[in-house]
């Protein structure tokens, strides 16, 4: 084969390109730290580097923000837990002084105020937050567990659907046709006939609202009562007489006969008779369907606990209406923190704090005002016989001694309501207690599992950073090495190229 030296120039010349581009390639190492700058020069590393990168980055979002926004979060459940069961101690303890009646006069118009706000507070670490957003609501997030002051209250109105059962039933003590100072005139006139108080037990379902309303605020009928048995065949009540009671009514609140149901819209009681109350406590569901125009800033919002309608009155005087299927339903928000791992962030706050909690709080409060009330009463009698308007008339010294017979009596009924409702209360909110620890306990538990995991995310994240360190990145010293080994052999080749190039024909005639 005849070898020309055309033939040499243009080998030489391309050797020496390769021998440049190796040059450059190992320059670009030593500049960039990188193995390689596009994925032509080394595919397969190319490859595992964006497995890698993908990794690397997903551990990271892993790391830096998934376990610490849900530790985050977890941390302030924690918080609100704790000051929840501090508030419940509270309560228990005056249980326990109510129930030996410790309390004075003077000490029972205290108590009520402190345990409404106890029972403020309470609702209010319902709507504890997390980067604005209310951690006890469920998947409802951007709405709180109660409603708050700052908002327009009035625009809201629901007809909710409320789901009972035989447990739920309870008896009530209460006083008929209790004293009233206030009777003594129309009793000496003629005009009115002086009944004795009678102390009465009654049955009833407590509803989560007081307040309630038969229509809704369309003016629709929304009040209904039914009963189902357990294999949910329907109850039939429509042999008993169902009355609405409104404040017009309240002397005849608790009057009822064995056939006879009152509701009474001002304190949310339906109040049953015997022969009622004996069919419905083989009901395994009783559902009771009412509405609630007017609600005021702590009051649970309905949304969180029952299936309900909402209405919003807008600007415009137009109303919107949302349906929520919220009963018995779970709302559980997981956070994923490692590969095919997720934990739950959220604790719903109608397995803290509801409608039987606030129910028991004002029970302890009622029996305290009505206590209070009776005493208040007996004083204003025992001032009317020193009055010249009443002290001088026989008569009426013997109407205000009766009257103050009955309402001693009626105070030690009252007091025996109020000691016997405090010492039930004392299991109830002992029952609350131990419901909120067992919270706390699963809360600590996947806390204890969270910070495994961060370990655990941890040690991949340095494993795969390390991979990928390895895979894309290039040591100094290996780039030095390579720059300088490339470089000599640049110049060789330069050098020897120049010599070949410059030798011809011509050199030798």
Not at 118 to 138: K, L, V
Not at 307 to 333: F, L, M, N, P, W
Request: proline share 1%; hydrophobic share 35%.
């Amino acid at each position: 084969m005849r070898i020309t030296n055309q033939m040499i120039s243009n080998n030489s010349l391309r050797n020496m390109q390769k021998t440049m581009a190796n040059v450059d390639n190992r320059t670009t190492q030593m500049e960039t730290g990188k193995k390689i700058t596009k994925a032509s020069e080394d595919p397969v590393v190319a490859v595992r580097a964006l497995k890698l990168r993908t990794m690397v980055t997903q551990l990271e979002q892993y790391k830096d923000k998934n376990i610490g926004d849900a530790e985050s979060w977890l941390k302030i459940t924690t918080t609100s837990l704790d000051n929840i069961t501090s508030r419940l101690e509270d309560i228990q303890s005056y249980c326990t002084q109510g129930s030996t009646d410790s309390f004075n006069t003077s000490d029972r118009s205290a108590i009520i105020d402190v345990l409404k706000e106890m029972q403020d507070m309470i609702n209010s670490e319902g709507n504890s937050t997390y980067a604005g957003r209310y951690i006890f609501s469920g998947y409802k997030t951007d709405r709180s567990l109660a409603f708050n002051e700052t908002e327009d209250i009035k625009k809201y109105s629901y007809k909710i659907t409320q789901h009972l059962n035989a447990d739920n039933l309870d008896m009530k003590t209460v006083v008929l046709n209790g004293v009233n100072n206030e009777d003594v005139d129309g009793i000496l006139a003629g005009t009115s006939t002086y009944v004795k108080p009678d102390k009465e037990q009654v049955y009833r379902l407590n509803l989560a609202y007081e307040g309630i309303s038969s229509k809704d605020s369309q003016g629709n009928v929304a009040l209904s009562l039914k009963a189902l048995d357990a294999n949910g065949n329907t109850i039939d009540l429509s042999g008993f007489k169902q009355t609405i009671k409104t404040t017009a009514d309240a002397d005849t609140y608790y009057q009822v006969g064995p056939d006879d149901i009152n509701i009474i819209e001002e304190t949310g009681e339906i109040i049953f008779g015997e022969n009622v109350y004996n069919t419905l406590k083989q009901a395994d569901d009783i559902v009771v369907d009412y509405a609630k125009n007017k609600f005021e800033a702590g009051d649970l919002r309905p949304e969180h606990y029952f299936d309900c309608t909402q209405y919003t009155e807008q600007s415009d005087g137009s109303i919107k209406t949302v349906d929520y299927d919220t009963y018995d339903r779970t709302q559980a928000i997981y956070y994923e923190v490692n590969f095919s791992q997720s934990i739950q962030v959220n604790t719903e706050g109608k397995n803290i704090i509801n409608d039987d909690m606030s129910n028991n709080i004002n029970d302890l409060i009622y029996t305290l005002q009505e206590l209070d009330a009776a005493e208040k009463t007996q004083t204003k009698l025992k001032n009317m016989l020193t009055d010249t308007q009443y002290a001088s008339n026989d008569d009426a010294v013997k109407q205000i001694n009766a009257m103050l017979e009955d309402i001693n009596v009626e105070i030690a009924i009252k007091k025996e309501t109020m000691q016997k409702t405090f010492a039930k209360n004392i299991t109830n909110f002992q029952g609350y207690m131990d419901q909120v620890s067992a919270i706390q306990s699963d809360v600590g538990s996947r806390m204890t599992k969270l910070d495994m995991i961060r370990t655990r995310v941890t040690e991949q994240y340095s494993t795969f950073k390390e991979l990928k360190s390895e895979n894309e990145d290039v040591s100094t010293e290996e780039a030095a090495l390579n720059f300088k080994e490339a470089n000599v052999v640049y110049e060789a080749a330069l050098a020897a190229t120049s010599n070949l190039v410059r030798a011809s024909l011509l050199d030798y005639l």
